[in-house]
């Protein structure tokens, strides 16, 4: 999906985000809970409604959707961005996390690389791609910018992780 489309969908349903997409991103969610450090700072990448920035502890959430982030993610530091162009020094986050963003993203490489300049050496990745066809395509850019990534596969999305 285009940027300039992507950001005009999410911020034309942004008022009904939550109810289309709540319950399915808050399983996964609690799918893969486990696997994200409590400790440090936290980046959510693609955070959306920052439904999920909310659990995270001390965390800054990012999205394209400015209207996603004005009308849902109160009380929370956040930041209009696209993953592919982060506004943040080299190494500053400890973990990144990212649900359902990366298939959707025409330069997905870009963005990997990005995510990758962001964290801190030695930082955790939870990453989720929805569509497990996408997945393949994804991996392999993952796997050439990360070391010793897992995979866990949900219903619909596969889930890498360090």
């Known amino acids: 999906?285009?940027?300039?489309?992507?950001?005009?969908?999410?911020?034309?349903?942004?008022?009904?985000?939550?109810?289309?997409?709540?319950?399915?991103?808050?399983?996964?969610?609690?799918?893969?809970?486990?696997l994200i450090p409590k400790k440090g700072l936290i980046l959510d990448a693609g955070c959306g409604t920052g439904l999920i920035t909310r659990l995270l502890g001390d965390v800054v959430g990012v999205d394209l959707s400015y209207n996603l982030l004005k009308v849902h993610a109160y009380n929370l530091r956040i930041v209009n961005a696209d993953v592919q162009n982060l506004p943040f020094k080299d190494e500053v986050f400890d973990v990144i996390v990212s649900f359902t963003v990366l298939q959707d993203i025409i330069d997905a490489p870009k963005s990997i690389y990005e995510l990758k300049r962001v964290l801190k050496k030695g930082g955790k990745i939870v990453l989720s791609v929805l569509n497990k066809d996408k997945a393949n395509d994804i991996r392999v850019c993952l796997n050439n910018n990360f070391k010793n990534l897992k995979e866990k596969e949900l219903e619909k999305d596969v889930v890498f992780y360090n």
Do not use: F, R, W
Request: glycine letters at 6%; hydrophobic letters at 25%.
């Open 1 to 34: 999906m285009e940027k300039g489309e992507a950001a005009e969908y999410y911020d034309t349903i942004s008022p009904s985000y939550d109810e289309l997409y709540g319950a399915e991103q808050l399983s996964k969610y609690e799918m893969v809970k486990d």
